[in-house]
């Protein structure tokens, strides 16, 4: 894992874009941004509208584990069991994800 100003740097791959972003610490949401792919929202990321979920496809055990607030919202919105809502998600190692939107 490489590191910017002591910040230790995650491989996030999408799918089926096939890309691929080197992301600091941040949410799952910030490195899709980086990556270029659009990621569907209407509470400007807050996690309160359930819209930015993604399926995790490898390396569940590399984000941050599911809060209160990510199961309300989720349970509220009709959201996939197995999804997870990308802005309140934080990368800690690799991980493949995909959405529906892609």
């Keep these: ?9 995650s491989q996030v791959r999408f799918l089926p874009s096939g890309r ?20 569907g929202n209407a509470c400007g990321a807050t996690g ?3 819209r930015c979920w993604m399926t995790i496809t490898e390396g569940a055990e ?9 199961r309300r919202v989720k349970r509220d919105n009709r959201v996939p069991g197995g999804a997870r809502l ?15 939107y892609w």
């Design 62 to 70: 590399n984000l941050s584990p599911e809060g209160g607030l990510e």
């Design 20 to 39: 691929e972003v080197a992301a600091a610490t941040g949410t799952l949401f910030d490195a899709a941004r980086a990556a270029g792919l659009p990621v």
């Design 86 to 100: 990308s802005c309140l998600v934080v990368v800690r190692g690799p991980v493949t994800v995909t959405a529906p």
């Design 48 to 50: 309160t509208c359930g």
């Design 1 to 9: 894992m490489d590191s910017v100003a002591g910040h230790p740097m």
